[in-house]
């Protein structure tokens, strides 16, 4: 059996379904959702092992008009993964009509010579039959507005599973044959400060108002094994920081006498607990950095 490996790239516009999509073919959560557009902030991979390959998945940031630094650097981020893989999956959400973002994307995926774009049709369970066949035909036709051969078309539903698998075996056949490039199998590949603020941060963009998803930034500073813990009772202490960009923000991340943050606090710890493993005690401070999004020094000291 030829074995192949490599890199493919799921792109789209925000709220494409990109990051549910990762973790059903990862098999695991590797990637944090929301109903919320621009969840995704960082590059993330998921790895995907068969007999046949290892298949490593990026999920990127929705590609978007940028309105601050971050949504340019994120942009950036983007456009830079594109050139680096080996195949790309360009997502387009089954609930809703081609828009100008989609034609926006795949005109600027167009300039990719000799790579593979395979167009995925997302969320198909939320329609119809007869309505993924309308979609499917506008996939095609889109393809043909901006030049694009797609190398496969396929319909899935991350949520059902339905056909997850198939491609997954479409993306692997456009992979150069090669070894394993993660022999460990580890099912993702990113460091545990930015995985543990990321189950953070889903758990603050859970039910927010319109204004607070994109002020909201979380930071890990401490993730230590409690000493003088007996060892049949472990526990690990995670601290870190939220920082919002106004003390309005603030008010509501926290909510009345705390009781929203406390939400927030239970969410994320099983989540975390469950990353790790061990039982864990989670401290969350809110913290201001005014207009971080648009300030480079606040940036960096935030990982971007």
């Not at 992979?175 to 758990?203: S, T, Y």
Request: glycine share 8%.
């Amino acid at each position: 059996m030829t074995f192949r490996s490599g890199f493919a790239c799921l792109v789209g516009r925000p709220n494409a379904g990109k990051s549910t999509l990762t973790n059903a073919l990862v098999g695991r959560k590797v990637a944090i959702t929301s109903d919320r557009p621009q969840t995704t902030r960082r590059v993330l991979r998921g790895i995907v092992n068969r007999p046949d390959g290892q298949l490593v998945i990026v999920d990127t940031p929705g590609l978007h008009r940028p309105r601050t630094l971050l949504g340019e650097r994120l942009n950036d981020e983007v456009r830079e993964t594109w050139s680096s893989v080996d195949v790309v999956g360009m997502c387009l959400p089954a609930d809703q009509e081609i828009g100008p973002g989609d034609r926006y994307i795949a005109t600027q995926l167009s300039f990719l010579r000799r790579k593979p774009i395979v167009a995925v049709l997302t969320k198909i369970d939320t329609i119809g039959h007869g309505l993924v066949a309308e979609r499917l035909a506008q996939v095609a036709a889109l393809g043909e507005q901006v030049g694009i051969d797609w190398s496969e078309v396929v319909p899935v539903s991350a949520l059902t599973g339905e056909q997850v698998q198939l491609l997954a075996d479409r993306l692997i056949v456009h992979l150069p044959e090669g070894p394993v490039l993660f022999p460990d199998g580890d099912a993702a590949e990113e460091p545990l400060e930015i995985a543990v603020a990321e189950l953070i941060r889903e758990a603050a963009l859970d039910g927010v108002q319109d204004e607070l998803p994109h002020s909201i930034a979380v930071v890990v500073d401490e993730i230590e094994p409690r000493e003088d813990r007996p060892a049949d009772r472990p526990l690990t202490d995670v601290r870190a920081s939220l920082f919002v960009e106004r003390d309005t923000q603030k008010a509501i991340v926290i909510g009345k006498a705390g009781a929203r943050l406390k939400q927030v606090g239970t969410r994320a710890r099983a989540e975390i607990e469950a990353l790790l493993g061990v039982p864990v005690y989670l401290d969350i401070r809110v913290k201001v950095a005014k207009d971080w999004q648009k300030d480079p020094k606040q940036l960096r000291r935030l990982g971007f």
